[in-house]
Each structure stands twice: as C-alpha cells, then as structure tokens.
C-alpha cells in the first residue's frame, strides 16, 4: 500500500426528505447565495421550489444562474463569477449533477480573485481559498459532490480540462435519492457508467500490487453500482434502487477508492474529455463506447487485474481454473452484456465518432495527458487504444 | 437505505515515515501539547523519542501523561485533566492504541469544563467543545483515531461506558504501519477480532434488509481483516499486511460501515464491556470468546444475513443450494477455525470466566443496556447469549 492522506471534510446528508435542510445548512455560511442550476429538471420536478422556499425560510437571498449545460463551459463560469462580485455573494449552491456543481465550485474560486479563473485549470495560477459551497444533488454519477475536483469547457479552445484542490470539497452536499426518480434511463446509465468507470481506471492503472482493502472495496462497489442501475431502469421510482446507486456514486470518487493505490492514470477520461470536448456528447455515453475497447488493451497487455476483478465482481460466475487472458476475457464479454442490457453505446461509431476521427481525438487527449502530467499516454497508445473502440 | 448523515473531518496521514508530520500537524493546534501514551512499548521501540523530537523541532513544549493502561481508568483522565488546566494545554496527542486514544479524547473534554468528566459518560452533562486531539495510532483495533466515540472505565464501580460525540474526532492521526510491527501476536489477533466484532455487529443488527453498498464494504473489510491478520502473524514486519490491518480496522468504524443501516445494536460490545469492566480482560480477547456463542444465537434466530455474510466473506467455499441456517452454520465454523488458528479464547471458559459469573455479566450488560438505549437486550436474553459461550 503507498503512503496517502484522506482528509475530506464534506458533510453529507442522505436519504428522504433532506431537501429542507439546504436552507439553515445555506446560511451557516451566510445569507447571500447564488443558486446553480441546469435547465428544465429542477423546475418540473418542484426540486427548484423546493430549494427556493428553504432558503427563503432561512432567511437567505437568492441570486439565480441557470441553464448550465451538460459539459459546463467556461463562459458561464465567468458570467456567475460577475454576478457573484457584483451581488457579494457569501454562499455559492449547486442543485443538479456533476455539470452543475462543478460550474458552482469553479464561480466559488473565480469570485474570490481577480485573475481569469481558466488559469487554475491551466496550471497559471494556485487556488488560495473560494467562497464556501453547498449542493443538491440530482444525477449520481461524477461524484463531485463529495470531492475536490471539477472539470470545465473552454467555450472556444473546446479544451475540457480538470482541476482539483483541497478547498473544492462542498461543505454540505444533500443526497435525497428521491430527488433522481425523474432522471432519464439513458442518464441513469450514463451515471452508472461514469462511476463505474472512476473505479475502474483506479483499479486497473494502479502499480501497487498489495492493496487488498482497496480492491475488495472497488469490487464491491462495481457489483452494487451495475445491481442498483439495473433496479432504476426497471423502476425509476424504486428507492433503494435510486438510494444506493447514488450513494455508491458518491463513494465512488470521494477519494477512498484511491487511497493508498499511488500514482494512478485517468485515460478513459482522458479520452472521453477530448471526446465530449470536441463533439459534445455525454459524458457517461462517451465514456461507455470507449469502454470494452479500453479493457481490451488491458486483457491483452496486463490481464492479471482484470482477472482478479472479474473473480471480485462476478464472484462465482468466472472461471477460476483458466488463465488470467480468458479470466479477463469473461470479464469483459459479461460488462459488455451489461452495458448492452442498459442500452449504452459500446463504440465509437454507436456515437456517431468515424475512425477518420480517432487522430485529432488522440491528439486532443495526448495534449491533455501533458497537462494531467500522464505522459506514459503517447499518441500512438492512445490511438491504439481509440482504434479498439471502432 | 436509512437516512444518515456521515460527517468524518478527521485528517489521515497514512504511510510510511509520517511519524515526523506531528510536530508541524501539532503546532496546527497550539505549542503547549500533553503526550498521552502507554507503557513500556513507545519508549522500546522508539516512537516515543521521534515523537518528542518532531515537537520539540515544531517549537511545541509537551507536558506528560504515560503509564496508561488497557481498559483506561477514569482517574487517569481526572489526572490528566488536571495537569491539561494547571499546564494551560492547548493540544491533546494520543501516541498507542484505544485505550490511549481514548485517554486522550476524555482529557480534551474535560479539561474545557468545570464539572467532572464522568458526567458526559453518564449522560448527565451535554459536550460542547474540547481541546484538539491529534493521534498517533500504534496498535489497530478500536477505531478511535477516526471516529468520534471514547470508552473509559470507572475505576470503583468498574462500569465501563461509552460515549460518542462530533467534537471527539481527532484532527489529524498519523496511522504509520511500521509503528505496529512490535504489536505482540496475542494484541494483533485481539486488534483483528475488535475490528471485525465491531463490523459484525452492524451486519447483523441492522433491521434494513436494503443495503447492498454497505453490505459489500463490510463483507470486504471482513475478509480484508482476516487475511491481513493472518500476514501479520506469520511475518510481523510485513509492511502490506500491517498496513491493510491497519486500514481495514479505521474503516471498520469510522462510520461509513453504519452510514445508512439506520439503528443498529452493539451487543457483543456491551456484554464485553461488561466483562472487561468486571474482569479487566483484553478486550479483543473477550469479544473473541464471547463471538462464537453470539453467532450461534444468530444462527438460530435470524439466519439469512449470517448466511449472506458467509457467501460475501468466504466466495465460492460456502455451498449456495442449502437452508440459510447450514450456510449460517457453514460460516461460524469456517470464523471459529480462523479464530483457532490465530490462537485466541472462543469461550468465557477459556478466558477464565465460569459459567457461574454469568448471571452477575449479564446484570451489569443489562444495565449498560438501558444507558445504551438498547432495551431490546433483556438480562434473559443477555444471559441466554453468554450460556452459548461456555
């Protein structure tokens, strides 16, 4: 096991009618809160009223920016971080998913200094404290409710670049599961995919090979997280279904997955970040039809995780007397039954990406491999890699 | 899923030379600081003198508190809450195992109020603060170094009581695995079975049949626990093995295993207490004797979830097309004969205690019972549990 700190200090409340409590949670850290948001959800499903009335009960003024978008860009970062100076914001709350969040924690650090706030995410300048934030979350699935990341779209670089620090975890993030009863099939297997995925770059790009605590952990997280999606499609209204795939979600990526595993590599979103940046998909969908290729190059280059998670996931169901390339085979061929089953894409051409496309893609992500500091990602890998995925 | 609210602010600093970090983690807090620690054990094998060392090099002046013993003693914590108000401490460190850990919690609370300390365990006096309290975990088993619970014995009416507050969280606890190679064979095993006792007890007592998420987890660290166990044992300097002992046994009870099970009992924790309040046992050796006949009770009772627990923790050796009271029977001796090999009591008459003392454990766990608000746990009931241990 490698040396590691854990330190998150985010307070969650989960369950059935937490909701209410986004008002006296708010003002602990003032009284003048801009409201994050996405598009019509909130507002349909009375979530937005909801949070509005709680805050209003609380005593806490209410500035508004919605329409935030799947792929959250950075000019509408910038114009929530005008809005925040100019209001003097005291409290920034994000209420949606990972897109909407993350666009609240970006305007919480960009309001809080003079600078462009694209320059935390290129590296230019060092984050020294943000405007404290609170989030509702509606869509598991990026888990950064209850981490310190959150990435963002340069609107017009269409670079889709990540950015962690330790001032970035949510204070208060409240988890109702019920708040996710009306999230769409194929978005509640794009979330399932995306958590899924988080666990297993982990998992698979680690060089540590005695980290049994941390494995049984990520094993039974995937085996809970495919179990729980499969309980939501059936029943989008099942709460322990809905229940437990956000709260696996959330453990997901909160940073004990991680925990003593040493460096480890991010390609699927390394890819998937070029991918969405350029052709704006879902991020979970991209991620999906990047996957069976992605496990395949490890099936055949370093089968021997793979076919130790298989026996974790699918305790009983593998073959334990063959060798590790057929262990890790079954593996993939019973995920891809899964992701088949949730009804994702698999490939790149299932999204509508041509193999004509595949070398601006890994150009796009060999780039982005210098920022994240992965440089084992050369372009040709990556394009191996991409071309498994056609 | 129950609601929950999971809130873990504690700072880990885990790995391999981050001793040195508590003098800088110290100085976070204040320069007058009482070292709590234990016997002979920190000055052999010199984590007493890097201690000293990383604090004196912080500029942080330390005041003494040594010779703490296993099931700590209230009129430790009263001496040591008197020198903490004479000394103006304004930070608690507690270099050992629980018992010092908890030393070091009870002194912090007590030393910012003028009533006795006594009375938070009582339940007579509300907590409202306390000094910080900083850790250096040398033997793992209870958790305190990631939890906010203290346990502490009264030293004439030999009550044993526990009380679990927010503000009891340590700060930052350094969990370095070296620091446990000198933990004696007997104490290693007796870490492992507290941990896993204290996983057992969520496992089985929960009343919400819907918690697959931490149903893996638990399963997971169970069998984490043991294999790790078993490492250690055999090579008492195996860094991976100590290491994931050491993990597994702060996750076990850092209140992510309980985070949503909703209201769970601590059986084999209050007749232990009981035990070790009246006997002065180790307390991982108690809990060792009395697991098996509580299991067995189980067995009879309510069999499905000890047998889900088995397929969980032993994949593939339990036979899954039996009654779940055979698989329920598979699992208690598969548990028994780990608990053999690692050569700790399996009954009260092995730990010395006759089947006559058990009308007298089970009045004092009976007790406890009301003050724990678990009035399910009657004295025939408690008394029937204690008669499948001998």
């Known amino acids: ?38 598009q019509q959800s909130l507002k349909q499903n009375g979530t937005y009223q909801q949070i509005t009335q709680s805050l209003a009960d609380a005593g806490v003024a209410i500035t508004e920016l919605g329409n935030i978008q799947a792929n959250p860009l950075l000019s509408k970062v910038r114009e ?19 897109s909407v969040i993350d666009t609240a924690k970006a305007i919480a ?35 950064s409710e209850m981490n310190s990341g959150m990435v963002l779209t340069h609107d017009e670089k269409r670079q889709k670049f990540g950015f962690g620090h330790r001032f970035l975890f949510p204070k208060t993030s409240i988890l109702d599961p019920e708040l996710s009863y009306t999230v769409p099939p194929d978005y509640t297997a794009y979330g399932a995919v995306d958590a899924i995925s988080h666990i297993l770059e982990f998992y698979l790009t680690t ?55 040493g460096r480890v590599g991010f390609p699927m979103h390394l890819l998937e970040h070029s991918l969405s940046g350029l052709y704006n998909t879902a991020h979970g969908a991209g991620l999906a039809a990047l996957l069976p290729g992605w496990l395949h190059y490890y099936q055949e280059n370093a089968p021997e995780r793979l ?25 993939i061929d019973l995920l891809l039954q899964w992701l088949r089953q949730i009804n994702v894409p698999t490939s790149l051409p299932e999204l509508g990406v041509a193999a004509a496309d595949i070398p601006t893609i890994a150009e796009h992500s060999c780039g982005l491999a210098k920022i994240w500091r992965l440089r084992e990602y050369s372009q040709p890998l990556l394009e191996n890699i991409l071309f498994r995925c056609c």
Chains 1, 2 share one sequence.
């Not at 320059?119 to 990026?142: D, E, Q, R």
């Not at 974790?312 to 890790?328: E, L, N, R, W, Y």
Request: net charge positive.
């Open 1 to 38: 096991m490698h040396n590691f700190v854990f330190h998150n200090p985010t307070k969650i409340l989960f369950g059935k009618q937490t909701l209410p409590s986004i008002g006296p949670e708010t003002k602990a850290f003032g009284t003048r809160a801009l409201l994050v948001y996405g």
């Open 80 to 98: 929530g971080i005008l809005v925040a100076k100019q209001e003097k914001i005291e409290v920034v709350i994000g209420a949606g998913g990972g």
């Open 109 to 143: 650090a960009g309001a809080v200094v003079e600078h462009d706030v694209w320059k935390f995410f290129t590296g230019k300048k060092g984050i020294k404290g943000t405007l404290p934030v609170n989030t509702v979350l509606t869509l598991p699935a990026s888990g």
């Open 207 to 261: 060089k540590d090979p005695d980290t049994p605590v941390q494995d049984k952990f990520m094993e039974g997280l995937i085996a809970s997280i495919m179990a729980a999606c499969n309980r939501c499609l059936k029943d989008p209204t099942d709460y322990g279904g809905r229940a437990s795939l956000m709260w696996s979600a959330t453990l997901a990526l909160n940073g004990l997955t991680a925990a003593g595993l």
């Open 307 to 331: 076919a130790m998670l298989g026996k974790g996931v699918f305790p009983g169901t593998i073959p334990a007397d063959v060798p590790a390339t057929d262990m890790a085979d079954h593996f």
